[in-house]
């Protein structure tokens, strides 16, 4: 681990130093309390051994300092205190503290103490990797790997809602499987769901890195195409549909013989200022406008 030693007194500090080493550990010292604050942020170490008595932030405004601060990673504080000091202790502990040992230092006390911190602080990594991975699913298409609907909502909700400043212009493009109801009854639903992993990489692949594609529900796809206007949209839109329909994916029940996707396009502009529900709207009103004269093809 690494530990961040906090003493204004040098030769507790020199003494708590060789106890951490000897326990194999790294090491980083502070010689007050504010400089163990600024040292904390720079090095983000696992541990915290610190004094209770020093000049400026003292040990209990450390561990506040620390607790208040910290979001995935767990630090583990330990404290040093004088004998008998009780009243110490407990405020020590209440400020946030796992622990404490008391002066004059035993190496071995520390030693088993960083052992318990090693285990805690492993755990709190290990729990924060699995809520990163647990959200990540819950954001996650199983089937195609885009990013979902819940995904989609949030992302949406940050583009309307950053503070004071008005979202950029961006367009949203409603995508949807041409008679895709027929694909599965010709050729069977793994080889629709197969088509539908196709036509995902399609899409992920014909928009930029930037923009967002979101599976939006069965065999519907939706972007979101930042800073674009709506007549650039549909150009990229309709180099998607082109893209589609040459993947050349059989279906006897379409007029064109293969899979296609139709579009619909809306934009949020500085002079059409709607709310995300409303631009949902808008592109699948386009949607379907596209599919009524004809499918295989974009609106606006
Ligand atoms: P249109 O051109 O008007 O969009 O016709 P359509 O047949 O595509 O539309 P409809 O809404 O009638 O049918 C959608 C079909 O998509 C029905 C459903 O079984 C299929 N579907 C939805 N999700 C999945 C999926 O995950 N896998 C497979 N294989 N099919 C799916
Ligand atoms: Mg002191
Ligand atoms: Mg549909
Ligand atoms: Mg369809």
Known sequence: MKVLIADDDQISRMITKAAVE?????????????????????????AVV?????????????????????????????????????????????????????????????????????????LH???AKYRTALSNQARTDPLTKLHNRLKLTEDLGELHNRGDCPPRDYCLAMVDVDNFKSYNDIYGHQAGD??????????????????????????????????????????????????????RIEHSGDPDGVLTIS?????????????????LREADLALYAAKASGRNRVTL
């Open 22 to 46: 000897q326990s194999g550990h790294e090491c980083i010292v502070a010689v007050d309390g504010d400089s163990a604050w600024e040292l904390y942020q720079a090095h983000a170490p696992e």
């Open 50 to 122: 610190t004094d209770l008595m020093m000049p400026g932030l003292n040990g209990l405004d450390l561990c506040r300092a620390i607790r208040s601060s910290e979001d995935d990673n767990y630090t583990y504080v330990i404290l040093v205190t004088s004998h008998g000091s009780r009243k110490d202790v407990l405020a020590g502990m209440e400020a946030g503290a796992d622990d404490y040992v008391t002066k004059p230092l035993d190496p071995f006390n520390l030693h088993i103490r960083l052992l318990a911190a090693q285990r805690i602080t492993s």
């Open 125 to 127: 990594s290990d729990l």
């Open 194 to 247: 197969s088509a539908l992993v196709a036509i995902a990489s399609t899409l992920a692949r014909e928009v930029r890195e930037s923009d967002g594609v979101y599976r939006f529900g069965g065999e519907e796809f939706l972007l979101v195409l930042g800073e674009q206007s709506e007549e650039t949209a549909a150009v990229i839109l309709e180099r998607v549909r082109s893209a589609v329909h040459d993947l």
């Open 263 to 279: 579009a619909g396009v809306s934009a949020f502009t500085q002079g059409h200022r709607a709310g995300a529900e409303q631009l």
